[in-house]
């Protein structure tokens, strides 16, 4: 995929305040051109905040951010080339479909009507039917096929899938996956279903306690971290060496989940690869599910 | 032109789910040279994954000479991969479930069968890098 020298998404020590709660704290990430970004993190980690600052939505109290190179604003030129999906999926429900294509023809400058129209009738979604009688598979699709006719460069989506089912959050994430595979769009979209993420998305931004953990290629993240199961002995030599980012100790047992830096050449472990899940968790600070069996078996021979 | 499947909860990342399934196919002749792959567009749209997986599928195919793009028209299967014609695939799966019937007849069960194949099959490894 074509990319530019520029990033479309970087920041540098972006915090946001209000008055006296930190909602983002610190944060310095990138986004490259052509990718599709994960946002994650436990509710109140920032997730909205972040979005809504990317967006123009919120002014930062700290750092700096530059979006498709420019700062984020309400200025209309910004705007053109931002699709914004919020939570609740801005829609009015008295109007049809296709009230709504004729609105966005008259607020953007850039409006590629025809593609709405194609996708909606691939999708079987009828035009001219009020909006509140559709599904919410139906409405959400709608609300990204009007997001991706003004052309957006870069596409900020908060939670869109949470209240659909398997089938209609699968349809919506394919529908996203065929406008990035077009060319020239960056994506980063929240949402708590890493299943979904893991399938669609290629970079990961983690947010936990308004602080940025981790950002960058899921790919490269995920070869950079290994689970070591071994016995509960003393884990300095293992810290020194590596960065521990969570350890589940029982009486017998320690399972680390660590940052590696070099081979992990400790033969009384076994290292094992972590996948997007148990890493996200592992930062959040959770023990991440049950262990495979194989590993919980070599704990209870001794 | 062939579909892909990509199983989420399998522990093969999905761009070599797909090159597996592309291997498989040509090995089964359900592809053969001349033929074209779903645009990476299409794939997405089926199944979800990121794009760049796909990219990267293709690019691992083309690196091993069984596929090549051509500007503007798509991807093209321009070889087999290395092996056997694809009816010797299910020759040795005929000969093979009549080996699993008379195991299982001898009183072993699945476990003991695929601990079996792999003893032999590591057997056999050894075997020929001695």
């Known amino acids: ?302 | 032109m062939i579909s892909f499947r990509i199983d989420g909860r399998s522990v093969v990342p999905p761009y070599l789910q797909i090159v597996q399934q592309v291997r498989q196919a040509l090995r089964m002749g359900v592809l053969q040279v001349g033929d074209k792959l779903p645009t990476v567009r299409e794939v997405v749209a089926a199944t979800a994954v990121n794009p760049n997986t796909v990219l990267k599928a293709y690019r691992d195919l083309e690196r091993d000479g069984l596929v090549e793009p051509r500007a503007g028209l798509g991807t093209f299967v321009v070889g087999r991969p290395s092996g056997p014609p694809p009816g010797t695939h299910s020759r040795l799966a005929r000969s093979l479930a009549q080996w699993v019937r008379s195991a299982h007849e001898a009183g072993l069960d699945d476990e003991s069968i695929e601990s079996l194949l792999r003893i032999t099959l590591r057997a056999a490894a050894e075997e020929e890098t001695a």
Request: aromatic content about 2%; glycine content about 10%.
């Open chain 1, 1 to 302: 995929m074509a990319s530019s020298n520029v990033d479309p998404i970087q920041t540098r020590g972006l915090s946001k305040r209000y008055r006296r709660v930190t909602a983002l704290s610190d944060a310095s990430i990138a986004v490259p051109e052509g990718r599709i970004s994960a946002l994650i993190g436990p509710n109140g980690a920032g997730k909205t905040t972040l979005l809504r600052l990317l967006a123009g939505l919120a002014r930062p109290t700290g750092g700096e951010v530059a979006v498709l190179g420019s700062h984020p604003s309400q200025d209309s030129a910004f705007l053109a080339d931002i699709g914004f999906l919020a939570q609740e999926i801005p829609l009015y429900r008295r109007f049809t479909a296709k009230d709504h294509i004729g609105i966005g023809a008259h607020l953007n400058a850039r409006w590629d009507e025809a593609s709405v129209v194609q996708r909606l009738a691939t999708l079987g979604i009828p035009l001219g039917q009020r909006v509140g009688t559709l599904s919410g598979g139906q409405r959400a699709q709608l609300a990204l096929a009007l997001t991706l006719a003004k052309r957006p460069r870069l596409l900020l989506l908060d939670e869109p899938v949470a209240a659909l089912d398997p089938l209609a959050r699968r349809q919506f994430l394919a529908h996203l996956s065929e406008a990035v595979a077009g060319g020239g769009l960056t994506v980063v979209l929240s949402s708590h279903l890493i299943a979904d993420l893991e399938r669609i998305c290629d970079h990961l931004i983690l947010l936990a306690a308004s602080r940025v953990q981790l950002c960058g290629d899921i790919d490269a993240l995920l070869a950079e971290h290994q689970v070591l199961v071994g016995p509960a002995k003393d884990t300095t030599a293992i810290e020194r060496d590596h960065t521990l980012v969570q350890a589940v100790r029982t009486a017998r047992q320690a399972t680390l989940l660590i940052r590696r830096n070099g081979p992990v050449i400790d033969p009384a472990y076994e290292a094992s690869d972590v996948g997007l899940e148990e890493l996200v968790l592992g930062y959040m600070g959770q023990p991440a599910g049950p262990t495979p069996k194989h590993l919980s078996a070599i704990g209870e021979d001794k």
